[in-house]
């Protein structure tokens, strides 16, 4: 009988979550063997990074899909179903493709779990899972993003053709080291022989490692400021107008309906990622425009309202915070710009906090649905420690709390120094800032 699609998740969750982690690809490795070895039916441009990835990944697939490639794109995690992170030609499985894509290696997982010390993982799951998926479309390119790290994240069982690793900073800091050049050994492991890998500027440190890299396994190395990058960007009306310099040539005049010059960045990673897997030739800069002009990136800095602006974006490490700064005070012009921040009880939240407080006028401490969340009243306690007292409430419930700020953003009470209409920043963590575009009405990305 075939399960449906809530008892399909309900199976998948009921697997090791992804943050527990037990270092080995023997797992995924078999189960792939007896599914066939999908992930080596197509090419696979690989995305690995500590920010940043799953929009330069979405825009890898958008410049892939306009030039007639069939592409598959694995992403994670999800922001409001889980059908997201598998997705074809652009867009998310139909639950019913999903349900079928668990069918396909439910069986084969039973004999993995049985025959291994520790049975498999969600993530190892829903990486088979898709791996199949594009297999049986078939695909002409796979977008895969790792999930964590590189070396032993289960995408790696793939041997990506292009390798791109965006910024390095400080993440998962439990599992991967706390310092960028440990984490950098960590995510080089995606760089494969015979690659060509597209790398985002580095902290000098953190290059050293990934050079070493290129050089021991025989891949071409790209860098952004040497062999490609941003030439320049301006603000443009809901997004931004880029002139990038790609692998074999300049691209000008390019619209990115994206705020924030990380993202411009991202475009960056991504053009020449496609240059590289189509032999560094120079594409059509009518078609890279027309690319460029209809990516999205549900979560990084969505405008979800107006009057008052409503902002989400998923920044959830010191690293993503500071480039959402940075993006918010370049790209609006909101006063007072309350803050509601729901995070994860492992991150470093006192960091985030502080990044936050010079640009948040208040800040509204709540929580999400996980058992992950950090609780309201215990990040309320540490934002009052930041921010003082009389700039943060706490609400527990996300809705009220939205509520909440949309209603300071709304009245601005309280701030003499306002100087445009107040906004309403949601962030924090990706699931927050999931559950929260559903209580706005979006449709899953």
Not at 44 to 59: E, F, W
Not at 239 to 256: F, R, S, T
Not at 258 to 283: I, M, P, R
Request: hydrophobic share 45%; charged share 20%; net charge negative.
């Amino acid at each position: 009988m075939t399960p449906t699609y809530t008892e399909v998740e309900r199976a998948l969750l009921g697997r090791w979550p992804e943050t527990r982690l037990e270092p080995s690809l023997d797992r995924i490795a078999a189960l792939c063997r007896l599914l066939g070895d999908p992930q080596r039916a197509y090419p696979v441009i690989h995305v690995t990074g500590t920010n940043g990835k799953t929009s330069t990944s979405r825009m890898v697939d958008t410049l892939l899909r306009a030039l007639d490639l069939r592409t598959g794109r694995f992403t994670s995690p999800h922001l409001q179903s889980m059908t997201e992170r598998i997705c074809l030609d652009g867009v998310p499985l139909s639950e019913g493709l999903f349900v079928d894509a668990f069918a396909d290696v439910a069986a084969y997982a039973q004999i993995v779990d049985d025959s291994s010390a520790h049975p498999l993982s969600y993530f190892e799951t829903i990486t088979a899972m898709a791996f199949a998926a594009f297999a049986d479309a078939p695909v002409d390119a796979a977008v895969i993003e790792v999930g964590m790290g590189g070396s032993w994240d289960a995408t790696n069982v793939a041997d990506g053709q292009v390798a791109v690793i965006t910024p390095i900073g400080v993440d998962h800091e439990r599992y991967l080291g706390d310092r960028p050049e440990i984490i950098a050994v960590e995510k080089a492991g995606i760089i494969k022989a015979g690659s060509h890998c597209v790398v985002a500027d580095q902290d000098p440190e953190v290059m050293d490692v990934l050079m070493r890299r290129a050089v021991d396994v025989g891949s071409v190395a790209l860098r952004e400021g040497i062999d490609f990058g941003v030439n320049s960007r301006t603000n443009a009306l809901g997004g931004q107008q880029v002139d990038l310099q790609g692998l074999a040539g300049e691209y000008g005049d390019i619209y990115l309906p994206l705020h924030g010059a990380h993202q411009a960045h991202n475009a960056s990673y991504a053009l020449a990622a496609v240059e590289a897997f189509t032999g560094s030739k120079q594409l059509d800069v009518d078609l890279v425009r027309e690319a460029f002009s209809q990516v999205t990136a549900p979560g990084r800095l969505e405008v979800v309202r107006r009057s008052p602006t409503v902002l989400l974006d998923a920044a959830h490490n010191p690293h993503g915070a500071l480039a959402t700064v940075a993006a918010v005070q370049d790209a609006f012009t909101l006063s007072p710009l309350i803050g509601v921040i729901g995070v994860m009880a492992d991150k470093d939240v006192e960091e985030m906090l502080r990044i936050f407080e010079p640009v948040m006028a208040e800040i509204v401490c709540t929580q999400n649905s996980t058992p992950r969340s950090m609780p309201a009243a215990e990040l309320g306690e540490r934002a009052a420690d930041i921010f003082g007292e009389e700039r943060v409430t706490v609400v527990s419930r996300l809705d009220d709390a939205l509520e909440r700020a949309v209603q300071k953003a709304d009245a601005a009470e309280g701030h003499d120094d306002a100087i445009g209409s107040g906004g309403v920043l949601v962030t924090g963590s990706v699931i927050t800032v999931g559950e929260a575009r559903v209580l706005f009405g979006g449709k899953p990305s």
